[in-house]
Antibody
Framework: EVQLLESGGGLVQPGGSLRLSCAAS????????MSWVRQTPGKGLEWVST????????YYADSVRGRFTISRDNSKNTLYLQMNSLRAEDTAVYYC????????????WGQGTLVTVSS | QSVVTQPPSASGTPGQRVTISCSGS????????LNWYQQFPGTAPKLLIY???QRPSGVPDRFSGSKSGTSASLAISGLQSEDEADYYC???????????FGGGTKLTVL
């Protein structure tokens, strides 16, 4: 059974940093692209970032480019999101997702971790 | 404002057939496959339809998807009370080099 377990969320002040982790199990982690998707409480879904299977290619939403960094450690089956210069508008539940091949969507989702940016 | 547009709400009565539309552009829906997600309050989204019209294992065949040009739609036949949820469409955008989601449609079963 595929499992994605996020951790690292919490309360941080504006301008601060936080690193999210996603521990994956139940599949060959190093064979799949992975992504982060966030959802502001009570609102819609927003794609944040994607990393390919090897980590050699990364993609970012304009809203986070230059502030967030996605990475992965295939030896540890773990996905990361380093978030710097956090803003109030980054407050959201952050989901770790496993991508299906050939742009066939986010086929598995973690339970999410809440990031709150507030003074 | 989302690059991909969905109606904010839809409704139907049990047993009815309802459709939810999703409209985009040539750089997203017009160029790439479209996926649909279902989300219940307080839970993570779930992939409902992938590659325009394919159902993952376990998704009832009451759910179907279609795409034409830069638009797509999700149809739910034989509507049931447990179908009440939020539905999102999404596609890769070649211009933005990233995924774009529709704003979501809240389906109410009357």
């Amino acid at each position: 059974e595929v499992q994605l377990l996020e951790s690292g969320g919490g309360l941080v002040q504006p301008g601060g940093s936080l690193r999210l982790s996603c521990a994956a199990s139940g599949f060959t982690f190093g064979s799949y692209a992975m992504s982060w998707v966030r959802q502001t409480p009570g609102k819609g879904l927003e794609w944040v970032s994607t990393i390919n299977f090897s980590g050699s290619s990364t993609y970012y939403a304009d809203s986070v480019r230059g502030r967030f960094t996605i990475s992965r450690d295939n030896s540890k089956n773990t996905l990361y999101l380093q978030m710097n210069s956090l803003r109030a508008e980054d407050t959201a539940v952050y989901y770790c997702t496993k991508e299906a091949p050939v742009l066939s969507g986010f086929e598995c989702w973690g339970q999410g971790t809440l990031v709150t940016v507030s003074s | 404002q989302s690059v991909v547009t969905q109606p904010p709400s839809a409704s139907g009565t049990p047993g009815q057939r309802v459709t939810i539309s999703c409209s985009g552009s040539s750089s997203n829906i017009g160029s790439n496959t479209l996926n649909w997600y279902q989300q219940f309050p307080g839970t993570a989204p779930k992939l409902l339809i992938y590659s325009n019209n394919q159902r993952p294992s376990g998704v009832p065949d009451r759910f179907s998807g279609s795409k034409s040009g830069t638009s797509a739609s999700l149809a739910i036949s034989g509507l049931q009370s447990e179908d009440e949820a939020d539905y999102y469409c999404a596609a890769w955008d070649d211009s933005l080099n990233g995924w774009v989601f529709g704003g979501g449609t809240k389906l109410t079963v009357l």
